[in-house]
Structures are given as C-alpha cells and as structure tokens.
C-alpha cells in the first residue's frame, strides 16, 4: 500500500452514472475520496474537460461491447482529461511530489469527474507554466490525438495540410500544431468558425457550407479527417497523387468506411488511405506542452462550468459532435468552438497530516478504490485491457 506524505481526505463531491444514457442519468453525490496505489499519485482535479470520449462513454452501444459493462457501466466516473495538483504519492513514485501541478489524460480507466482522482505517474506530465487549470485540462486528449495524427500522416515541412472539421476540440489543435512544422494548413469549417480559424494560424480557410473543397482543384499532401462525413472517393480526389488521407474521427460513417475500406482504396505506391487509433502519452504530451510554452500552441475553451453542472456541459458537447451527413451547402446550427472545463467546488472536508483515510458516507469505498485502479491500470489484467478499450 502506497505511504503518503501529504494531507487526510475524507468525502469528495463527484458526479457519477449508475446506469447508460442520457446526461440526465449524471448525478452529483458525495463519495469517498480514492486511495492511491504505489506506483500512483493522489491528485486534486481543479479542471476537467469534457471529450466526445466522454459522451459516448455514457451513451453510445459501444462501450457495452468493449467491456465497460454490458447492462450497467463497471466504472461510474467519467472525465479523461484532468488538470490539478498532487496531494500524495504512491511509495514508488519518482518523477512528482505533493504540491506539483499537473495535467494528462486518464482516459485508460477516467474518474476526473470529481474532486480527486488516482493516476499512474507515467501518464501525466507537469502543468505548462503559462496555462490557468481550466486551460491545461483543455489540452490532453484533443491536442495528443491531433499531434498523432499528424504525425501518422507523415507530415513533413512543406505540405499543403488540410483539416476537414477544423473547429472542434481536436481540429483547433490540429491547425496549429500543423503550423508548427512548418506546412501551409487549410482549415475547413463552418461559417461563423473562419476568423477564428485564421487568428489561429490557418493560411487558408473554406466553409464547407458555401464551398465543396474537393471539388476546388486544388490537392493537398495530407488531409485530416476530423469531424463530418464524406465518401472516401471525395477525399481520394482532393490528394496528391502521393497524399495521405488520415480518419481521425467524425460521423460512425466515416469511422466505418475508413476502417473498413481505407486499405483496399489506398493505391500502391500512390495514395494512402489510413485511420488513427490515439493513446495517451506523456511524451507526446510533452511535446505539446513545450509548444504551449513556446506559445506556439493555445487551448480554445468555449464554456466552463462547475462540477455540479457536468450534465449541461456533456449534453452541450452531444449537441455539437457531428451525426448528420454533412453535403455540400448542409447548413448546423452554430456553436463556438469547443473545449469544456468544469471548475470543482472547494472541498468540504479536508484535514491535515496523516495518511489518507476513508469516511464511509453515500457509496462504497471499496467502489471507489477498485474505480482507481481501473483508471490508473495499477493491475496488468486491467491496463492491456484498458487500452484496447478506450473509446473514442
Ligand atoms: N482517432 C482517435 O484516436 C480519436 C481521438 C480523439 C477523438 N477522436 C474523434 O475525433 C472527432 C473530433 O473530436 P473533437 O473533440 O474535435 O470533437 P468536437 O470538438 O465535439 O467537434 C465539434 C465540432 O464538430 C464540427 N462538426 C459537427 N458536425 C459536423 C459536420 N457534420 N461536419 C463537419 N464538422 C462538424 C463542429 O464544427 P463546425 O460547426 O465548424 O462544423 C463542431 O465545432 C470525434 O469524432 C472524436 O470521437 C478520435
């Protein structure tokens, strides 16, 4: 059992879902507060942001199917990326001490819908300097995706770079990440998202409502599938002859089609047609924060909220992720861009000295130890299987 050198923390607020739905199910309830493992840290979640990954893990069928519980969900948190401070660390951890601010994406087992989370120090890195909590916990998961990406379509300085649902979580990264390896990047997005687009750093922007960019003349080297939906045809037509396509999320259509065809479709020595499979990693999170800082990379957040109100900000995340085919002159209601944190309440109980202890109020601690562990892999069963199954 891990030894703390920290403080003794009794019930936190969280806000947990006992069955599949709708944000409705979400309730808000105090708990008792999770105990690290050894090779993991205590940390106080000041921000969280919610994924797409969020929403699907309490609505979609998938998760049924990959092993987060056929009937009911086995884990009742949900939140991946989170930013806050250590409070304890497990008796093997190197790397962090209480009092250090962090940030990364917990995805493999979530929990960071709450006032405190367990994490394997492996997968977090140290906040950036320049970025308040709600910022940081913006970052993870979109900008990691975003920089894999890329990287999967072999950018290299020079290409022409084409976003396809540019303004979301993942695409506002994507844009500028692009910019930082030195390619000229078009971002294609909605109306009311192209001067933002352009103030953060897109060459060239097309609002898919008014303009088919595959259809312009113009190819590109690589085009990122972000959001929306388009037959993979449309895509081939809009490469170079030696251009990479990369599916990186979208409408289930897209997912599917990619997936399914992208390699039969992809021409030897010619066209490549591919698909990412995003995993959280503290270098490439790294990686992203030394760009942070370098202020070469910023976190768009649209809304924040406060913990109790997870439920509006997960229904305001359903309400923007794309599900309708997306034509050509398709007109969607607007939404700015998104990035959502919620700010906990301050605790209300906290005690110093001591190692950490559990109050037994409201659900089972044992609950919540066996949630830690699920999130931070502590037992190997359950990181391989974690990472097979996040979600996206
Ligand atoms: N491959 C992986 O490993 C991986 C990892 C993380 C996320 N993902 C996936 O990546 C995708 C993007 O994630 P995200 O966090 O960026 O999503 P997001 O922030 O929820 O995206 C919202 C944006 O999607 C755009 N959108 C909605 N419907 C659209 C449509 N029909 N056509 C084009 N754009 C549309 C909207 O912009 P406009 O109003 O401008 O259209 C909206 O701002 C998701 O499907 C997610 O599941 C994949």
Redesign the pocket.
Known sequence: MAQFRSIEVNLMKTIVFNQYGTPDVLTLTDVSAPTAKDDQVLIRVFAASV???DY?LLSGPIPRLMGFGLLRPKDKIMGADIAGRIEAVGKNVTRFKPGDEVFGDIATGFGGFAEYVCARESILVKKPANLTFEQAAAVP??AV?AL??LRKGGIKPGDHVAV?????????FMVQIAKSFGVEVTA???T??MEGLRALGADHVID?TREDFTRSGQRYDLILA????RPLADYRRALKPQGTYV?????GRQ?FESLMMGSLVSRRGGQTMT?????PNADDLSFVKDLIEAGKVTPVIDRTYPLENTAEAVRH?GR???????SFA?R?P??P???FSHLPAPLRQQKSGGNLRHARRGSSPARLEHLCVRQSGSHTGNRQKLRRS?I?
């Open positions: 994924n797409s990954a699907r998961m979109a995706t894999q990406g396809v649902g540019a303004s979301g979580g993942v695409g506002t294609i997005s909605s009311k998202k898919y972000v959001n929306g939906y599916m990186v999320g979208g409408e997912i698909s990412l499979a995003a995993t995340v923007v992720m794309p599900r309708e085919r997306l398709s969607r607007y939404e861009y998104r990035t996040r996206h």
